[in-house]
């Protein structure tokens, strides 16, 4: 099925690096979500972007965002290259400090896989990042600096997903911010069985409007 960009989001332009993005900005929102995809995905991710959906829907602005240009993929040390993704998270951030429409948002970050790690080493770098969600992340990508991480972090983890159970543990004891670690239970690593995603989504939403916007906006 071929992806339908949300009538609620708008394609921008971050450069330089020169790398493409969606923002979505719900009336009065209460901060700003910034999504670091994994390994072979985007802005046009449907998982993401039905996480997305939903923290609009609670009053939080989002920010999906191709941390690769089309060439620079091609070569695939990129995907895995942190300092890389993390760079680009970190230009995105300072990008979204100079629009108007959003630049009194507190700003957080929604890592999947390797986007994890990298939201984290750019939470590292910045301090003033207000939360890190992590769905099927690698956190441990970034273990050298999760105890100078100060953003309150949240692991999510599906039961069935055993390596990446063990990466998260280690990751999760490293941390010494606020944090929790979820293990969902009957969900593998892209969180594909039935109900799932509606745990990612509900999580995800209450960490971010708890530690960047207003709580009584949840749902």
Known sequence: ???????????????PPGIEAFLGVPSDAS?????????????FSPRNNRVAAALRKAGLATLLVDLL????????????DIALLASRLTAAKRWIAEISAVQ????GYFGASTGAGAALQAAYAEPDVGAVVSRGGRPDLALSVLPEVRAPTLLLVG???GPVIGMN?????ALTCKKRLIIIEG???LFEE????DQVVRHATDWFLAHLGNTSRGT
């Open 31 to 43: 901060g700003l979500v910034i999504f670091a995809h994994g390994s072979g995905s985007g802005r």
């Open 1 to 15: 099925m071929a992806f339908s960009t949300p009538d609620d989001v708008e394609s921008v332009r971050i450069g």
């Open 187 to 189: 969900a593998g690593h």
């Open 69 to 80: 240009r089309p060439d620079e993929e091609q070569d695939r040390r990129n995907v895995f």
């Open 169 to 173: 543990e280690r990751a999760f004891d």
């Open 159 to 161: 039961s069935l997903d």
């Open 104 to 107: 009194h948002l507190r700003v």
């Open 194 to 197: 039935p109900g799932t995603m």
